[in-house]
């Protein structure tokens, strides 16, 4: 089975996707962080690099790069770089490789829409412009500008599926968020 968790930024796909995937004794990705490691590997080709994961731990060609992909310049350049058509081939190929067995919960920008359309569930996690920068620790313009690069770009835009449940964030607890995923997963299953 697999669950596709899209969103924008600071919805708390992270956060909720994770914590589902340990709900259901699922596997987790964070696409995220192929973009993160992307940005960190600088100029190499994105086909070429071995990103893999261990749990928690992120590793690029075989070093623990968990920490050095989460700082908010990372961020921002795995965002631009996302916008690159030889990037999003390169990793929307090595997700739909790692997705092909097993159960998984999947979060992303484009889970729902590119790498993996035909889930078995689709969530559009979202929450309030200004909870969302709170969340980050950001000014909401950077919020926005992030938003407004990941919807615009040509290839595989930002946007929610069609047939998306939405579950809106602000104001509720991980728990219920995750409450409220598990029960739409029991809903297919059952």
């Known amino acids: 089975m697999l669950i596709a968790i899209d969103g924008p ?12 995937a340990d709900a259901l004794g699922f596997t987790y990705l964070d696409s995220g962080a192929l973009y993160r490691a992307v940005a960190l590997a600088g100029a190499r080709d994105p086909a070429t690099l071995d990103i893999a994961f261990e749990g928690d731990r992120v590793l690029l060609d075989g ?7 989460r ?6 350049e795995a965002s631009r770089r996302a916008t690159d058509p030889a990037v999003r081939k390169a990793l929307v190929a090595k ?9 998984w919960v999947a979060e992303g920008r484009d889970i729902g829409t590119v790498v993996a359309p035909g889930a078995d569930l689709k969530v559009w996690l979202t929450a309030s412009l200004p909870e969302r920068a709170r969340r980050r620790g950001v000014p909401p313009d950077e ?7 990941d919807a615009g770009r040509e290839h595989a835009p930002m946007v929610a599926a069609p047939d998306a449940v939405e579950v809106d964030t602000t104001g ?9 995923i598990v029960g739409l997963v029991r809903e297919r299953v059952s």
């Open 172 to 180: 509720l607890s991980i728990d219920n968020v995750v409450r409220r």
């Open 143 to 149: 919020v926005r500008e992030r938003d407004q690069r």
């Open 71 to 76: 700082t908010p310049e990372i961020s921002q």
């Open 63 to 69: 070093a623990d790069v968990s920490e050095a992909i």
């Open 9 to 20: 930024a600071g919805a708390g796909k992270s956060t909720v996707a994770r914590a589902v």
């Open 95 to 103: 997700q739909r490789a790692l997705l092909a067995h097993g159960d």
